[in-house]
Nanobody, 116 residues
Framework: QVQLVESGGGLVQTGGSLRLSCAAS????????MGWYRQTPGKQRELVAA???????NYADSVKGRFTISRDNAKNTLYLQMNSLKPEDAAVYYC??????????WGQGTQVTVSS
């Protein structure tokens, strides 16, 4: 079982930036697709961004051009750089690892709050 620990959430003003980090245990990180999800109360968890083991990325339309996902395989760490934050970006952000066909390892989440 892989353990994922997110950090970097907090309170930021509209237009501000935050960088989330996700530290992974074990030795399968570098072989896995990694993703950032977010969830707000009453809504389904949505995929914000993902990066494959080869570095290919994809983003939700709502964050394209503002968020950047990256990974450091030497440090077993995933990042999400979030710029030009909007109130609608406020959510609990989760790091997730896909080892098979689905994301089946999740972190505990980190809260992002954006004040208007």
């Amino acid at each position: 079982q892989v353990q994922l620990v997110e950090s970097g959430g907090g309170l930021v003003q509209t237009g501000g930036s935050l960088r989330l980090s996700c530290a992974a245990s074990g030795n399968i990180f570098r072989f896995s697709t990694m993703g950032w999800y977010r969830q707000t109360p009453g809504k389904q968890r949505e995929l914000v961004a993902a990066v494959t083991m080869t570095g290919s990325t994809n983003y939700a339309d709502s964050v394209k051009g503002r968020f950047t996902i990256s990974r450091d395989n030497a440090k077993n760490t995933l990042y999400l750089q979030m710029n030009s934050l909007k109130p609608e970006d406020a959510a609990v952000y989760y790091c997730a690892l896909k080892w098979g066909t689905a994301y089946d390892n999740w972190g505990q989440g980190t809260q992002v709050t954006v004040s208007s």
